[in-house]
T-cell receptor, first 115, second 110 residues
Framework: GAVVSQHPSRVICKSGTSVKIECRSLDFQATTMFWYRQFPKKSLMLMATSNEGSKATYEQGVEKDKFLINHASLTLSTLTVTSAHPEDSSFYIC???????????FGEGSWLTVV | KNEVEQSPQNLTAQEGEFITINCSYSVGISALHWLQQHPGGGIVSLFMLSSGKKKHGRLIATINIQEKHSSLHITASHPRDSAVYICAVTPAFTGNQFYFGTGTSLTVIP
């Protein structure tokens, strides 16, 4: 079946540095991918919708200059956390839909720790 | 107010018990999804429903569109079923957007 791969699964970075997380759809083309953030014991929070070949659509309260999203191809979207701070430490997960868009495939998620 | 509400938030069961997790939503939908999230974070899609009932192994999912309600049942529960179960809906006419419930944390004790 369709698989969405996310990398890295865990990353530790220093405050002030930038971290890039990749989300790839392995056997289908995803014109739209989604990036979520999840705090401990909380629901997934949609950060932005990543559209291939165009600018991402950010949810209210999400800083687009801090969370840079690039969707340069039909199989790859990247989330870059710029000038990371400890409060950016969280679980980030992407998802993509194939076909009619009603089937969700999730990446494995990325644990970001900013020290 | 959440568009998707789940109950219970936490559930502990003995191995072998029949488990039910409930999901209610307040918007018109084109599909409802049940997701499983294991410790460590990975999320797996268990079911996608737009009507009726689906069964996969020991898992059964039902949906009542008129009542805007869905249930996930686990028969003969096992410790490996311990996970967070998340209900998500695809609202009608909004493309690929999803609304998520806050999840039900299930622990099955041997």
């Amino acid at each position: 079946g369709a698989v969405v791969s996310q990398h890295p699964s865990r990353v530790i970075c220093k405050s002030g540095t930038s971290v890039k997380i990749e989300c790839r759809s392995l056997d289908f083309q995803a014109t739209t991918m989604f990036w979520y953030r999840q705090f401990p014991k909380k629901s997934l929070m949609l950060m932005a919708t990543s559209n291939e070949g165009s600018k991402a659509t950010y949810e209210q309260g999400v800083e687009k200059d801090k969370f840079l999203i690039n969707h340069a191809s039909l199989t790859l979207s990247t989330l870059t956390v710029t000038s990371a701070h400890p409060e950016d430490s969280s679980f980030y997960i992407c998802s993509a839909s194939s076909g009619t868009g009603n089937t969700i495939y999730f990446g494995e998620g990325s644990w970001l720790t900013v020290v | 107010k959440n568009e998707v509400e789940q109950s219970p938030q936490n559930l502990t069961a003995q191995e072998g018990e029949f488990i039910t997790i409930n999901c209610s939503y307040s918007v018109g939908i084109s599909a409802l999804h049940w997701l499983q999230q294991h410790p460590g974070g990975g999320i797996v899609s268990l079911f996608m429903l737009s009507s009726g009932k689906k069964k996969h192994g020991r898992l059964i999912a039902t949906i009542n569109i008129q009542e805007k309600h869905s249930s996930l049942h686990i028969t003969a529960s096992h410790p490996r079923d311990s996970a967070v179960y998340i209900c998500a809906v695809t609202p009608a006419f909004t493309g690929n957007q999803f609304y998520f419930g806050t999840g039900t944390s299930l622990t099955v004790i041997p």
